[in-house]
Nanobody, 124 residues
């Protein structure tokens, strides 16, 4: 069984940066696609960023492109999301997720394992 634990969330001001981390345990996820989704208050969960199993391919939602960077360290079993130039509309609970395929892009139904989420709040 895979466990994913997110960390790094918090309260920041618009324009600030945050780095989220997701530690995986239970089995190695090297080679598995991973991603970040987010859910704002009163809204459905939405895709933010995805990365392939070896880290060479990434994909972003248009609203975060150029500001967020997804990366992974397979040796450490950790996924990251560097978030720069944060905006109030980025406020959400951010979830780390993993799938059995090498790349699952923005398709939430393909992801099998999910973390509990970490809160990111951006004040104006």
């Amino acid at each position: 069984q895979v466990q994913l634990v997110e960390s790094g969330g918090g309260l920041v001001q618009a324009g600030d940066s945050l780095r989220l981390s997701c530690a995986a345990s239970g089995r190695t996820l090297s080679g598995y696609g991973m991603g970040w989704f987010r859910q704002a208050p009163g809204k459905e969960r939405e895709f933010a960023a995805a990365i392939n199993g070896i880290g060479g391919v990434t994909y972003y939602q248009d609203s975060v492109k150029g500001r967020f960077t997804i990366s992974r360290d397979n040796a450490k079993g950790t996924l990251y999301l560097q978030m720069n130039s944060l905006k109030p509309e980025d406020t959400a609970v951010y979830y780390c997720t993993a799938c059995r395929s090498s790349f699952c892009s923005a398709y939430a139904t393909l992801y099998e394992w999910w973390g509990q989420g970490t809160q990111v709040t951006v004040s104006s």
